[in-house]
T-cell receptor, first 114, second 115 residues
Framework: QQQVKQSPQSLIVQKGGISIINCAYENTAFDYFPWYQQFPGKGPALLIAIRPDVSEKKEGRFTISFNKSAKQFSLHIMDSQPGDSATYFCAASSGISGTYKYIFGTGTRLKVLA | GAVVSQHPSRVICKSGTSVKIECRSLDFQATTMFWYRQFPKQSLMLMATSNEGSKATYEQGVEKDKFLINHASLTLSTLTVTSAHPEDSSFYIC???????????FGPGTRLTVL
């Protein structure tokens, strides 16, 4: 119940295309859903995050869509660029236990072709 | 944005020695710090959660005596890998959370190689 399932494992997109990464969870206590971008040898960097009281959040070329009833959320990268080539992780956390630990998805390796 | 630093960025040590990794929040007070371990092409695995002035809470399967965590101040946490062995070689990443407990800011990571 603590798992966050992420798909696809890898993704190849043409420059200018839309990259879509999906995550699903079981624990209804999760109340914060961030997406992180990680380049090789670097720490993850927060891209965008959403809480379950909204169904969509957009920041620049990045959009999170959230479906509370389906317990799914996704990251859309519009106008994908070669510089977006990285590994993307979704995560979920809950404040109920007081620790706000992140449960990470397994990651998606995105490659954007020039 | 909030900045978290780690030192060193990479370290190579001999088997049996201990290695200390520092994690600092540079421009905010970190109520909680987290330590993760990441193997190549894998996700981040939470090792422990630490609150300033308290003992760290370790995840199941993580050896407390091997991975010593100290959160001495609101801006500094350290991870000491004791009696390191080659299987401890990994990428260690810390994160820090401030007033907005949900949001974690990650450090750049430390690459540990044990020979």
């Amino acid at each position: 119940q603590q798992q966050v399932k992420q798909s696809p494992q890898s993704l190849i997109v043409q420059k200018g295309g839309i990259s879509i990464i999906n995550c699903a969870y079981e624990n209804t206590a999760f109340d914060y859903f961030p997406w992180y971008q990680q380049f090789p040898g670097k720490g993850p960097a927060l891209l965008i995050a959403i809480r379950p009281d909204v169904s969509e959040k957009k920041e620049g070329r990045f959009t999170i869509s959230f479906n509370k009833s389906a317990k799914q959320f996704s990251l859309h990268i519009m106008d994908s660029q070669p510089g977006d080539s990285a590994t993307y992780f979704c995560a979920a956390s809950s404040g109920i236990s007081g620790t706000y630990k992140y449960i990470f998805g397994t990651g998606t390796r995105l490659k954007v072709l020039a | 944005g909030a900045v978290v630093s780690q030192h060193p960025s990479r370290v190579i040590c001999k088997s049996g020695t201990s290695v200390k990794i520092e994690c600092r929040s540079l421009d905010f007070q970190a109520t909680t710090m987290f330590w993760y371990r990441q193997f190549p092409k894998q996700s981040l695995m939470l090792m422990a959660t630490s609150n300033e002035g308290s003992k760290a809470t370790y995840e199941q399967g993580v050896e407390k005596d091997k991975f010593l965590i100290n959160h001495a101040s609101l801006t500094l946490s350290t991870l000491t890998v004791t009696s390191a062995h080659p299987e401890d070689s990994s990428f260690y990443i810390c994160s820090a959370a401030g007033d907005s407990y949900n949001e974690q800011f990650f450090g750049p990571g430390t690459r540990l190689t044990v020979l």
